[in-house]
């Protein structure tokens, strides 16, 4: 299995871009999560999809940013404008949920807002 | 409000010492607790987890130590290495439809050699 699949891997970009962070879940999981990861606040939790429907966006920062996942194999995350405290790195997971807590994550994406 | 509370932030241990990385967390309703290991330019992945029916679990050099009463659990590596150098997280889980999953703050390990 290849496991999680995000791009891109870099991105920079200028204050006011659109971006659009892709994921592809390993194959057979139902859940599919983003998280963001920065120093001072460490993983949060922005949104998690169950059976493509998501079920809990309350992590997501504001109306910029927004997910979809159109069918079970890919799911977007895009921010809309840009702005450099969005810069981060952003990680998308998948797992079976109810199963247990384990979620395999992607290798993440680096966003650098100028 | 932050719900489970992860120390030390960074910790230095010298080559056959043992690394220790503790957790607290508030919320009884979580059943499943992994801890994660995290490499420079990769995600994390899931180390060990123990459920609170034990007190607990080890997996070669790594333990999980488990105070339900005291809502505490850690991590003991024993015998550290260099390549153990990496972020921990521990997390705290609970499934069902009140699907909760929250992670600690991390903890950076160095092992020197």
């Known amino acids: 299995d290849a496991g999680v699949i995000q791009s891109p891997r870099h991105e920079v970009t200028e204050m006011g871009q659109e971006v659009t962070l892709r994921c592809k879940p390993i194959s057979g999981h139902n859940s599919l999560f983003w998280y963001r990861q920065t120093m001072m606040r460490g993983l949060e939790l922005l949104i998690y999809f169950n059976n493509n429907v998501p079920i809990d966006d309350s992590g997501m920062p504001e109306d910029r940013f927004s997910a979809k996942m159109p069918n079970a194999s890919f799911s977007t995350l895009k921010i809309q404008p840009s702005e450099p405290r969005d810069s981060a790195v952003y990680f998308c997971a998948s797992s079976l949920l109810g199963l247990t807590g384990e979620l395999f994550f992607g290798e993440g994406s680096r966003l650098t807002v100028l | 409000q932050q719900q489970v509370k992860q120390s030390p932030q960074s910790l230095i241990v010298q080559k056959g010492g043992i690394s220790i990385i503790n957790c607290a967390y508030e919320?009884?309703?979580?059943?499943?607790f992994p801890w994660y290991q995290q490499f420079p330019g990769k995600g994390p992945a899931l180390l060990i987890a123990?459920?609170?029916?034990?007190s607990e679990k080890k997996e070669g050099r790594f333990t999980i130590s488990f105070n339900k009463s005291a809502k505490q659990f850690s991590l003991h590596i024993m015998d550290s290495q260099p390549g153990d150098s990496a972020t921990y997280f521990c997390a705290a889980f609970s499934g069902g439809s009140n699907y909760k999953l929250t992670f600690g703050k991390g903890t950076l390990l160095t092992v020197n050699p």
């Open positions: 919320n009884t309703a979580f059943d499943y």
């Open positions: 123990i459920r609170p029916d034990v």
